[in-house]
């Protein structure tokens, strides 16, 4: 796998949030699903052809997970979605490929990560349940929903 380490600027984003178990993966998929048909209504998307999915490890059986496109300062919000503003960070980028076994793509970003100058960022006021506990990702608008390729962020700081 290739890794990119790059810096992003803090940006608007707009769509649901998800909070549920592990065994609760088939609703979230219907929260990106509706998120993914609602997107006209955010007629000042950035990029309008990429979804992201802003997950959350603050729980030991499951996770937060925003399904948001970035947006302009003038979207408005519309009714029943929500706005997030993600500070700026720096990254480590890597993709996703078709074909590939997910679970054993964010293992080999943790075993690169701990053996880096680099280690995942954490808020200081907030528990964590995953080595990898924020994970943000970017889907194209043509993916397969089975077989999924998608470029992965994982926040970082310098190992002290």
Do not use: C
Request: hydrophobic content about 30%; cysteine-free.
């Amino acid at each position: 796998m290739r890794y990119e380490i790059l810096k992003k600027p803090e940006y608007r984003a707009i769509g649901l949030r998800w909070e549920g178990s592990y065994q609760e993966i088939p609703e979230l998929k219907e929260t990106i699903r509706m998120v993914n048909e609602r997107r006209q209504e955010l007629e000042h998307a950035v990029e309008p052809d990429i979804q992201l999915g802003l997950s959350y490890h603050l729980r030991p059986d499951g996770f937060v997970h925003y399904s948001v496109y970035e947006v302009t300062e003038e979207q408005r919000i519309p009714e029943g979605m929500l706005e997030i503003r993600v500070p700026e960070m720096t990254y480590l980028t890597t993709k996703h490929e078709k074909g590939q076994d997910i679970g054993q793509t964010y293992m080999d970003i943790d075993r690169w990560l701990k053996s880096s100058d680099y280690q995942p960022f954490q808020e200081a006021d907030k528990d964590y349940y995953d080595s990898l506990p924020i994970k943000h990702e970017r889907y194209p608008e043509d993916r397969d929903m089975a077989d999924p390729d998608f470029e992965i962020l994982i926040p970082i700081t310098k190992k002290v």
